[in-house]
């Protein structure tokens, strides 16, 4: 990390989601792909820290819930692609991600259920409710294009010093 600035904005990034990232399970998704090269857990990580940027200038209500949704969102803990199910992944796993979070977390709000529902707006059946919801589906179709051009890479050492923090 760089700058003062930028170490208080991970510090409170971590306040909100260090107890997530800490969490064995959620660490497991370090074994799964999710676009190409990327696991699942640098996507959600990436995904919840551009959401957390963007509600650090939109100031929403709720922006903890919104931000542990976000790293959340993508919760599904299977190879997506190999393991397959009687729907496609694009509609199954926002449904699995919301079963493996109430499973391992507890009952999430309304707010933050439909942030997982709909983040792959508009190709799922379920529309985003809320603040938190857009900015979700906003960030994980920026983060999505970034992980498949590879300018996602950029986040690394953000990633990095987040895990450095989380996972020892």
Request: aromatic share 14%; net charge neutral.
């Amino acid at each position: 990390m760089k700058t003062e600035k930028e170490l208080k904005r991970l510090n409170k990034y971590l306040e909100y989601t260090e107890d997530l990232l800490s969490d064995e399970t959620v660490r497991s998704m370090t074994q799964y792909h999710h676009h190409r090269e990327v696991t699942t857990h640098f996507h959600s990580v990436y995904v919840s820290y551009t959401v957390f940027r963007m509600c650090d200038r939109l100031k929403p209500k709720y922006e903890r819930q919104i931000i542990r949704a976000s790293l959340l969102h993508d919760f599904y803990l299977y190879e997506w692609y190999t393991e397959k199910h009687d729907e496609y992944h694009i509609w199954y796993h926002p449904k699995q991600a919301v079963k493996n979070i109430e499973e391992h977390f507890g009952k999430m709000s309304d707010m933050q259920r439909n942030m997982v529902m709909s983040h792959m707006f508009p190709a799922c059946r379920e529309n985003p409710h809320s603040i938190g919801a857009w900015l979700l589906t906003v960030a994980d179709k920026y983060c999505a294009t970034a992980d498949y051009t590879g300018s996602s890479k950029k986040f690394i050492p953000v990633y990095e010093e987040i895990n450095r923090r989380t996972m020892s």
